[in-house]
């Protein structure tokens, strides 16, 4: 026990990390980042105590791989103590690479993916750790021979997902979305290579699928949190747009270095670590610390956006299965014009549209397989009496102002 440390999860209970490079890294700035950084965004909107971080999410992912690992080698599979390691490290900072407000704005400050940024933040600590990072990077970009070992960080079954699940519907209190996690992870197995899952594991497989569905609907899409989120990225595409014109916008500096400069994942070649020492300098509290500030400059547009999401006072969000008529939007739109003094090129600000797509299960990517007694392997979707629904459901959205 004095190789490890312990810590108290509200999901787990008691979790052992062990010493040496795993903790190095969790006790590192950039890793202790991801404190201040939401794991739901503005989910505590919707559910209050939705108020839980990257950093919970990272440790619990770390715990359930450990769980995994010592599953795999007690039903003979081949997992060496570096490739233990490597994939929990892997697994551990598979989501360092999030910015404020996690997915909402992934794509607003910078142009580039949440895992091309983790890669990055893997690669420069390959670089201080003089190298104990290179097998933790191939597994994680899926160049390693042994596929089930990336598969458990990036999969149909990975403990990133199975994490995710589990904590955001304790915190949420959506117990719709309560998996069994234990079970699942005691029926893994590996065969030929790949993650499958025993026979006896089918109807937790299912339970898995519905809870996920019900989370993305009820949680992730709910439309008073993506109304939210829209309300954000306007938010920064709008002090965005002022500094282009030249105009003051008070920001601390760490955001200030995004709303001037738009780094797409290209601009990290030449001068990779005092790019991401930027980036880790940001988290919510400076996006929130710049819109308390917003919420009285002269610009109506920012002033009202932030003010907005700081006092909770949220934009209107209409779900269609069908796409809204164009006669219906024009009129929205017409109303927002004859009430306030914005012009047309402004409502992109205020106006939103777009759509939101959720399946239950995907045959795009690996599918799940099932290992039955005969040593035969099928996909989920193939077995008849289990029949999973694959295909995408997408709902059209309109958002705006509820009073002007």
Known sequence: MKNKKIFNDPVYGFVEIPQGIVFELIEHPWFQRLRRIKQLSLTDYVYPGALHTRFHHALGALHLMGQAIEVLRGKGVDISDEEASAVCIAILLHDIGHGPFSHTLEHTLMETTHEEISVLFMEAFNRQFDGALDLAIRIFKNDYDKKFLSQLISGQLDMDRMDYLNRDSFFTGVYEGVIGYDRIIKMLSVHNGELVVEEKGIYSIEKFLIARRLMYW?????????????????TMGRARYLVKQGKDVPAPDSLKFFLENKIRKE??????????????????????????????????????????????????????????????IKNKKEEILAKTSLNSEDLEYVFYEGTETNSAYSTV??????????????????????GIQTGAFTKYYICYPKNL
Not at 292 to 301: A, E, G, N, T, V
Not at 365 to 385: V, W
């Open 218 to 234: 009820q949680v992730y899409l709910h439309k008073t949190v993506l109304s939210s989120e829209q309300m954000l990225i306007g």
């Open 267 to 328: 601009d990290f070649d030449s001068s990779p670590d005092e790019l991401l020492n930027h980036f880790a300098r940001l988290d919510d509290h400076d996006i929130v610390s710049a819109m308390k500030q917003w919420k009285y400059c002269d610009d109506k547009i920012l002033s009202f956006l932030s003010t907005g999401i700081i006092d909770r006072k949220l934009f209107r969000l209409e779900f269609s299965d069908e796409p809204f008529d164009e006669k219906y």
């Open 365 to 386: 990517k690996d599918e799940i397989k099932i290992l039955f007694k005969s040593g035969k392997t099928l996909p989920m979707s193939s077995i008849a009496q289990h």
